[in-house]
């Protein structure tokens, strides 16, 4: 079958190149692409947010399925545009993907449905937002823009000074446009993060492996947020108990939760966690791949990734075997445009991908790129996911650096610290006894299934 692709970053650039390795795939097409999503298929100059093109590609091309990459294409509503000229889409509907597209949707679905987040207040009024944070005595809090800011409207606030500060940005200076009319105020939460990933088809669930995202700009978790400056998988600190503590507290009810509000969500559901003494709470929800944690992930997935998301577009991920995956960890490390997360430039010539390429068990995902004259050169701010296989986190980590080293172009840089916390994470875990998941590891059978879960909590009334 022909393939679509809607999307033009690391993540999708990732999904093609897995997406390739499957027999049931005969044609990649990728809209709007990147110059390494052309290595992998046929580039499409289609925007991911045009609908009307993009239902009339597919339709043309006879596309067999469509998998949607980016948080706006879905927000848009590809997704419904595609399945409504016969498309099979892997992605959730406009309605199902405002889990993501308003961070007030999805806090106040988590609140009345008790799923674990923080304590949080919505405010539309600038000047509320700011007589609430002035009388409040608790100054370590989260301010977050309601929409989507391409991972960048939420900001970490050590004090009161740098709260009041987040709301004027958002709110009063409009730094990320109308996703801020509103904003979110929330309790900030310690401990460690993690995403958990999981196919959904509205009903079954088949969990990915763990990742662990790196949202800060600068070693040490320190500098603004930004799209993601590098991701692990597995993260040691998902023990398999407190896995499937996910499963049963966050992920079922929100599956259920959705289908409920008759938004049946299919697709990626992406949750952020931040792992607390009190146990996992959501940080976020996400209606997609997370860029970069599908990088390492499916990097380790061996099972045919086409077959796997053609059984969730069409309701039938029942019927699909556990996934196998790959044993040895994964790294990927982030090369960013010198200026990132705020203004950088673009057009500068990439030098050392043919010497990375070369390396063993290392793949250069391509973000933020283009071909130019025969050139590849700089076309965003987060560019390459030098993303690596090793025997062991640091072994990772190591491959994944060396790859990052062969590769140069003018005011490049990235963290040096990606996956360290892994490797912090799995001493405890052998100090404690305690052993990570194994991927392939037999799974004990569960009282019911993850789907027959959900329709019974359908049922309550």
Request: glycine letters at 10%.
């Amino acid at each position: 079958m022909k393939v679509l692709v809607v999307g033009q970053g690391g993540r999708e650039h990732a999904l093609c190149w897995k997406l390739k390795q499957s027999p049931l795939v005969s044609q990649i097409f990728c809209a709007p692409g990147n110059a390494g999503t052309a290595m992998e298929g046929t580039n499409v100059d289609i925007k991911a947010t045009d609908t009307v093109r993009l239902a009339k590609f597919a339709q043309t091309e006879k596309i067999g399925l469509a998998i949607i990459g980016p948080e706006a294409a879905l927000v848009a509503g590809v997704t419904d545009a595609l399945e409504a000229v016969g498309v099979p889409v892997f992605g959730p509907s406009k309605a199902a993907s405002e889990l993501e597209g308003s961070k007030v949707f999805m806090k106040e679905l988590m609140r009345q449905h008790a799923i674990p987040s923080a304590d949080f207040t919505v405010f539309e009024n600038f000047e509320a937002a700011m007589a609430y944070v002035e009388d409040r005595e608790q100054v370590r809090l989260v301010v977050k823009a309601d929409g989507l800011c391409a991972g960048k409207g939420v900001v970490v606030c050590d004090n009161k000074d740098q709260a009041l500060e987040a709301i004027r940005r958002i709110m009063r200076l409009r730094e990320f446009g109308d996703a801020g009319k509103r904003v979110i105020i929330e309790e900030r939460l310690d401990g460690q993060e993690a995403s958990i990933l999981a196919f959904v088809d509205g009903n079954t669930i088949i969990p990915l492996e763990t990742a662990q995202d790196h949202k800060a700009a600068r070693d040490g978790d320190r500098g603004p947020n930004t799209g993601g400056m590098g991701a692990y998988s597995p993260a040691p600190l998902i023990t398999r108990e407190l896995l499937d503590q996910i499963v049963a507290q966050i992920l079922i009810p929100t599956v259920h939760a959705m289908k409920r509000s008759k938004r049946p969500f299919r697709g990626v559901l992406y949750a952020g966690l931040m792992i607390t003494t009190q146990g996992p709470k959501v940080l976020e929800f996400n209606a997609r791949f997370g860029d970069p944690e599908a990088q390492p992930i499916l990097m380790r997935l061996k099972s045919d990734l086409a077959a796997v998301l053609l059984a969730a577009a069409t309701g039938k991920l029942e019927s699909v075997d556990d996934l196998e995956w790959d044993p040895r960890p994964a790294v990927c490390v982030v090369m960013a445009a010198e200026g990132y997360p705020g203004e950088y430039p673009k057009g500068h010539e990439i030098r050392g991908l043919e010497e990375a390429a070369k390396l063993p068990d290392v793949k250069v995902f391509h973000a933020g790129t283009e071909t130019r004259a025969g050139k590849t050169v700089t076309n965003g701010g987060r560019v390459l996911g030098v993303t690596a296989l090793g025997d062991s986190i640091a072994n990772a980590k190591y491959k994944a650096y060396q790859g990052v080293k062969c590769i140069r172009w003018e005011g490049s840089w990235c963290r040096k610290d990606i996956s360290d916390k892994a490797r912090e994470e799995a001493v405890k875990l052998q100090q404690t006894g305690q052993k990570p998941q194994d991927p392939n590891a037999e799974p004990a059978p569960p009282d019911v299934s993850l789907k027959e879960r959900i329709d019974r909590l359908d049922d309550r009334k």
